[in-house]
């Protein structure tokens, strides 16, 4: 292999290298952008994470001492969950 087969080939590599570059920012920034609005809900859960808190050891302590009406509250509010997504559908 004589120097100019040398840097034909360290040119090459290096090209291959400045490409990796550039496809593993734009694969970074897709990777944000796709992300973001998960983030985005993640601060909000962390904002009120102190009351989450607390609401969820009361329903522990709830269920551990009834947990017929833990359940029945949680049926409750899944219905009424399924009701208000119904009506957004309905109202669009």
């Given at each position: 292999m004589n120097r100019a087969e040398r840097r034909a080939r360290k040119a090459d590599l290096e090209?291959?290298?400045?490409?990796?570059?550039?496809?593993?920012?734009?694969?970074?920034?897709r990777w944000q952008s796709a992300s973001r609005s998960i983030d985005r809900?993640?601060?909000?859960?962390?904002?009120?994470?102190?009351?989450?808190?607390?609401?969820g050891g009361t329903v522990i302590y709830r269920t551990a001492r009834r947990p017929g009406g833990v359940v029945r509250l949680?049926?409750?509010?899944?219905?009424?969950?399924?009701?208000?997504?119904?009506?957004?559908?309905?109202?669009r």
């Amino acid at each position: 292999m004589n120097r100019a087969e040398r840097r034909a080939r360290k040119a090459d590599l290096e090209h291959a290298i400045e490409q990796q570059r550039i496809d593993l920012l734009v694969a970074a920034s897709r990777w944000q952008s796709a992300s973001r609005s998960i983030d985005r809900g993640w601060q909000v859960l962390m904002r009120y994470r102190v009351p989450l808190l607390l609401v969820g050891g009361t329903v522990i302590y709830r269920t551990a001492r009834r947990p017929g009406g833990v359940v029945r509250l949680a049926g409750r509010l899944a219905t009424g969950a399924l009701l208000v997504k119904k009506a957004r559908r309905l109202l669009r």
